[in-house]
């Protein structure tokens, strides 16, 4: 179970003074959902993601997974122990450009002290899944933008996390791309993961995600299932309520 209470997160501006780019957000999501996190560009979306990373320290809040609990002091001996349970794809993400995608999840794997019979197992995979064979073998500096994403998410996942959180995903993708990664997400669902999945696209959210959060301005302003979330908006659809928002 991910509990999330009263997350904050404020940065200091020169100009502007503080930023409060999280502010007193609260869910939970328990083993085997997943949560669409939707919002306009400087939501505090990837600000979230990266503090459920632990790549973030909060400003205030607490957090726990399957009893760990984060330390929002910067206990890293604590949050390193978290990390192990933890797979992040976030926006920026990228690779070693003189290794091939193999070997990048030889080394992701090795890192996480995998088996490895099991990893070679789990790559071989990953391979057929996402139709990675024609250019596993090659180094990633050649490879087109879906074909990186497709390696970065079976990065995120090498070592089996029991909180997935991919930030974007289908970013910059071509629509058969998109499909392939959406269909792989969907398959890499199980009833002990749980998985943050951030996108702009209303289509991946209601096929993919189980509940949604919407952050606006730093706010989680609804969440719950998409039913739920548009009883609480008084809206027809996500359109129209992401509408309303720009407007405000």
């Not at 990837?46 to 009893?67: D, E, H, P, V």
């Not at 933890?86 to 926006?91: D, N």
């Not at 390696?151 to 996390?161: E, T």
């Not at 730093?218 to 719950?224: C, N, Q």
């Amino acid at each position: 179970m991910l509990l999330v209470e009263g997350l904050s997160r404020t940065f200091g501006d020169a100009r502007t003074g503080e930023v409060h780019a999280l502010k007193n957000a609260s869910f939970e999501l328990a083993p085997g959902e997943t949560a669409g996190l939707l919002g306009m560009n400087g939501a505090g979306k990837s600000t979230l993601l990266r503090i459920l990373a632990t790549t973030l320290k909060a400003s205030a809040g607490t957090l726990s997974l399957n009893g760990l609990e984060y330390k929002v002091e910067g206990d890293e001996q604590a949050n390193e122990k978290i990390r192990h349970h933890v797979g992040f794809l976030s926006g920026s993400t990228g690779l070693y450009k003189r290794m091939t995608g193999k070997e990048t999840l030889e080394f992701f794997g090795r890192m996480c002290s995998m088996d490895e019979a099991e990893l070679q197992a789990k790559i071989e995979d990953f391979v057929t899944r996402l139709g990675m064979v024609d250019f596993i073998d090659r180094y990633t500096d050649k490879y087109s933008t879906g074909q990186k994403q497709k390696v970065n998410i079976c990065r995120a996942l090498i070592h089996g996390p029991d909180l997935l959180i991919l930030d974007e995903a289908t970013t910059g993708l071509d629509p058969v791309a998109r499909l392939q990664v959406t269909e792989f997400i969907q398959k890499m669902r199980n009833p002990q993961r749980m998985m943050m999945y951030s996108t702009h696209y209303f289509d991946e959210a209601e096929n993919l995600c189980d509940k949604l959060l919407v952050l606006h301005q730093g706010v989680l302003m609804y969440s719950g299932t998409k039913k739920e979330v548009l009883e609480q908006a008084e809206c027809q659809s996500l359109s129209e309520l992401f509408a309303g928002l720009a407007k405000s």
